[in-house]
């Protein structure tokens, strides 16, 4: 009988984490500062705690986990590694698709990989207190259980939309003991003209974002940071246990390499995470096809320019090179929250214009088709972001299929969706319908960048 699940020990769980960095071929381009000039770290300073910001800037290959992080981690981690053979049977394919199950964590998805990583930095250095935004929820949650456990206070600004959808995800935050508020908020600079301009605004990550950087500026005790859920260099390096782990697991059920590595992109962490282990054998000459996949509501890797942006609508973060729909894009409510951020990493924007990795975008109605498929056949509910990931492998195991070869796919499963319900119900009642932005609403928020250095695209080609 072929097996389901590939388990680690807790003493085989990654000591150390991957940091892309060291083997791009192209180097990154430096975040620079909103009049273009080099970057003060001085600025950083009063967001970011220093050991983070070294993190963040480092270019070491292999950055040591510590001791007392793995302890954490270890009350979910090793995630298993588990092969979908249900759904192969189902589809017929003569590929093996397996998953990295991130919805074992105790928030029900991979951003506590992060969480805890950085709570126990902030505390090390001294903060007490840290901000945040969150999308759908899930990293709001995810950073309130870790700051519980570390010993911080947390405060999470909540896009307004999912905060009105999800309302457990902030009993959640509740319990966990961190405070929850929908973002825009009248608690904030930021969030007071927004409300101004546009009292019944969905909220977006990027207006929350900056509540919550304005909020940990205001601090008169200078106790408190802001704290990112991916797209950072740092938050991508943490979630490099992901991939870590899911290779060793791979070895276990006697798989020479994965051809095809796919996760869904929000910010790009969990992707990330799950990828850049195997982007590094592929820059060392290994033959694999590295899949994003983002929705056609929000499609900054498939339609957006690789450009100079800021991270937040507000522009208090410094100008990343990224591909972008521009900081002031506020995509339409679909369910996928998670998903719904105007731009993308810098590792993984760098990774596209080296052409390591193939972008795709999908719609939500083949999305959430592909994620009923799934839990009738694994039998899981998957969080809508996910199911990004999902429709990926089962368009991949059908190619796999049609060319009759014994492909090996492997996803991230990034989180459960049974917090999100409701977009299933819209979905199962006939409520949801495919949308793709319209080209002209890209060129209007892109007109924003025009004043911004241009990034080079670098591409050498050289891997
Ligand atoms: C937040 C989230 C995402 C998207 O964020 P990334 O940083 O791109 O990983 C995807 N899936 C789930 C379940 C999430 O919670």
Redesign the pocket.
């Known amino acids: 009988m072929p097996k389901h699940k590939f388990l680690l020990e807790e003493k085989d769980i990654p000591r150390k984490w991957y940091n892309l960095a060291a083997d791009l071929p192209s180097p990154m381009q430096p975040p620079l500062a909103p009049d273009g000039s080099p970057l003060n770290p001085a600025m950083l300073e009063r967001i970011f705690p220093g050991n983070i910001i070294e993190q963040e800037i480092s270019t070491q290959r292999w950055i040591d986990i510590p001791e007392e992080i793995l302890e954490i981690l270890t009350l979910w981690r090793p995630a298993p590694l588990r092969r979908a053979l249900a759904l192969e049977k189902y589809l017929k394919t003569p590929a093996r698709i397996y998953y990295k199950d991130?919805?074992t964590s105790p928030a029900?998805?991979?951003?506590p990989n992060t969480a805890v990583a950085q709570a126990w930095y902030n505390k090390k250095f001294g903060i007490k207190r840290l901000t945040t935004e969150t999308?759908?929820g899930?990293?709001g949650s995810a950073l309130a259980f870790a700051c519980n456990l570390i010993g911080l206070q947390c405060r999470v600004y909540m896009v307004r939309i999912s905060f009105d959808q999800k309302p457990m995800r902030k009993t959640m935050m509740q319990t966990w003991g961190a405070e929850c508020i929908a973002s825009p908020s009248t608690h904030t600079h930021a969030g007071r003209e927004v409300l101004k301009a546009m009292p019944h605004t969905p909220g977006s990550l990027g207006i929350a974002i900056s509540e919550a950087v304005e909020d940990a500026l205001s601090d008169k005790s200078n106790k408190s940071r802001y704290s990112l859920?991916?797209?950072l260099n740092h938050?991508l390096l943490h979630?490099t246990i992901i991939g870590l782990e899911a290779k060793k697991q791979l070895k276990l059920a006697k798989e020479k390499k994965p051809d095809v590595v796919i996760?869904?992109?929000?910010?790009?962490?969990?992707?990330?995470?799950v990828a850049f282990p195997f982007v590094c054998d592929k820059i060392h000459g290994e033959k694999i096809q590295i899949i994003p996949v983002e929705p056609t509501a929000c499609p900054t890797l498939t339609k957006g320019p690789f450009a100079y942006d800021f991270g937040d609508i507000a522009g208090l973060t410094p100008l990343l090179p990224m591909y972008t729909l521009g900081h002031k894009f506020v995509p339409e409510p679909i369910h996928?929250g998670?998903?719904r951020?105007h731009g993308m990493?810098p590792l993984v924007s760098q990774a596209a214009v080296e052409g390591l990795i193939s972008p795709r975008a999908y719609d939500q109605v083949k999305c959430y088709e592909s994620a009923v498929i799934w839990a009738k056949t694994e039998g899981t509910i998957p969080?809508p972001?996910?199911s990004h990931a999902i429709a990926c492998a089962i368009d991949e195991a059908k190619k796999a299929k049609a060319e009759g070869k014994q492909k090996v796919i492997l996803f991230c499963y990034?989180?459960?969706g049974l917090m999100d319900l409701a977009g299933y119900d819209k979905f199962l009642t006939g409520k949801l319908s495919a949308y793709h932005l319209p080209g002209h609403k890209i060129q209007d928020s892109l007109c924003a960048l025009k004043k911004f250095p241009a990034a080079k695209k670098i591409k050498t080609g050289r891997w």
Request: with cysteine; hydrophobic share 30%.
């Open positions: 991130e919805s029900g998805s991979h951003k999308g759908a899930q990293w859920g991916s797209v938050v979630q996760g869904c992109v929000g910010g790009g962490s969990n992707f990330a995470g996928a998670g998903l951020y990493a969080a972001e996910t990034s989180g459960h």
